[in-house]
């Protein structure tokens, strides 16, 4: 049974939006929103926006649909690329961004979600730069070429290594590291291809900024359940 909740009422409004809209202008695409109105209560109840409207036994269908529906799509991606790849259609590579992008987004909640946040930051940076090198490896293998245009990818290896160390001079250089690529990128046209590159890269390298400047919560929510009382046997039976 939903639960007639803020959250509820919120998706409602999405859903009929997204119908009057496509009443009006007869355009499919806006029927794209009725996702947003499905997958809202499971998204902020991951971010931890609106937890309180989600009991543990919700949270844990979540945790378990989610991952499956995530396999199924990286799975479809995976054959829908081989197929258009087969066929000659360069439309493959829209879903290798597509394939790319869930894997990074995943693996960076994966990390950031600790709440280490200082080691989060430095382990995004690294990470970052490692995949920058394997993509100029990719290109130039090698090489001079390919070693003179790894050394940015090394840098930025370097600097995520030193965040540990200081992690707020850090935060500040990989914020004007990224403005830098994000100009460098764009620079070379607003294509599809660009702009991925732009989101795998910089805002990756964002989010490592703000972790390297906020306080680590990793060992203050340890404490704090150390220190919730068990639950007792007769109520975890009823």
């Given at each position: 049974m939903r639960k007639k909740d803020p959250i509820f009422w919120v998706a409602t409004g999405i859903f009929l939006v997204a119908i009057v809209i496509y009443a009006t202008t007869r355009d499919q695409r806006w029927l794209f929103l009725m996702i947003a109105s499905?997958?809202?209560?499971?998204?902020?109840?991951?971010?931890?926006?609106?937890?309180?409207?989600?009991?543990?036994?919700?949270?844990?269908?979540?945790?378990?649909?989610?991952?499956?529906?995530?396999?199924?799509?990286?799975v479809a991606s995976v054959v829908l690329a081989v197929v258009q790849s087969s066929k000659g259609d360069h439309s493959w590579e829209l879903f290798n961004i597509v394939i790319i992008l869930g894997l990074a987004s995943k693996a960076l909640f994966n990390v950031v979600l600790v709440k280490n946040y200082?080691?989060?930051?430095?382990?995004?940076?690294?990470a970052v730069g490692l995949l920058m090198l394997l993509f100029v490896a990719m290109e130039n293998g090698a090489t001079i070429g390919g070693l003179v245009e790894s050394s940015p990818s090394l840098l930025i290896v370097g600097i995520g290594?030193?965040?540990?160390?200081?992690?707020?001079t850090i935060g500040s250089i990989v914020f004007a590291v990224t403005a830098i690529l994000l100009f460098v990128i764009l620079r070379r046209g607003l294509t599809l291809g660009q702009i991925?590159?732009?989101l795998m890269i910089c805002v990756p390298l964002?989010?490592?900024?703000?972790?390297?400047?906020?306080?680590?919560?990793?060992?203050?929510?340890?404490?704090?359940?150390a220190a919730r009382p068990a639950p007792s046997p007769l109520t975890t039976h009823t």
């Amino acid at each position: 049974m939903r639960k007639k909740d803020p959250i509820f009422w919120v998706a409602t409004g999405i859903f009929l939006v997204a119908i009057v809209i496509y009443a009006t202008t007869r355009d499919q695409r806006w029927l794209f929103l009725m996702i947003a109105s499905y997958l809202l209560r499971p998204t902020l109840a991951s971010l931890g926006v609106a937890r309180q409207y989600v009991d543990e036994r919700q949270m844990s269908i979540h945790y378990r649909s989610g991952n499956i529906a995530f396999a199924v799509m990286i799975v479809a991606s995976v054959v829908l690329a081989v197929v258009q790849s087969s066929k000659g259609d360069h439309s493959w590579e829209l879903f290798n961004i597509v394939i790319i992008l869930g894997l990074a987004s995943k693996a960076l909640f994966n990390v950031v979600l600790v709440k280490n946040y200082r080691e989060a930051g430095s382990r995004i940076i690294m990470a970052v730069g490692l995949l920058m090198l394997l993509f100029v490896a990719m290109e130039n293998g090698a090489t001079i070429g390919g070693l003179v245009e790894s050394s940015p990818s090394l840098l930025i290896v370097g600097i995520g290594w030193l965040a540990r160390k200081f992690p707020k001079t850090i935060g500040s250089i990989v914020f004007a590291v990224t403005a830098i690529l994000l100009f460098v990128i764009l620079r070379r046209g607003l294509t599809l291809g660009q702009i991925a590159t732009a989101l795998m890269i910089c805002v990756p390298l964002i989010l490592a900024g703000a972790c390297l400047f906020a306080p680590d919560r990793s060992h203050a929510d340890s404490r704090a359940d150390a220190a919730r009382p068990a639950p007792s046997p007769l109520t975890t039976h009823t």
